[in-house]
């Protein structure tokens, strides 16, 4: 049985597994160690735009980046 993955939808009680990602036929040929980086880089991405996005509704208009937590993102050639 295939897990059905909503993307249009906030609401979120698990994180995506290894296997959720394999299911869709763009990943099915890519092992382990790659999906689980992309699901890194992909958390990593959601928590910068996210923490960006909600100060920026804090603050109005402006946007507060901040240097100290930055993260090293490897792209997959």
Do not use: C, H, P
């Not at 979120?12 to 394999?22: A, K, P, Q, W």
């Not at 992309?38 to 909600?54: A, E, G």
């Not at 208009?61 to 993102?73: F, G, H, R, V, W």
């Amino acid at each position: 049985m295939v897990k059905e993955i909503k993307l249009d939808s906030l609401e979120r009680t698990e994180d995506i597994s290894v296997e959720d990602v394999r299911s869709l036929d763009t990943f099915k040929e890519w092992d382990e160690e790659r999906i689980s980086e992309l699901i890194s880089t992909l958390k990593t991405f959601s928590v910068v735009v996210y923490n960006n996005w909600s100060k920026g509704k804090k603050f109005g208009k402006e946007i507060a980046l901040n240097n100290s937590n930055q993260t090293e993102i490897k792209i997959a050639a």
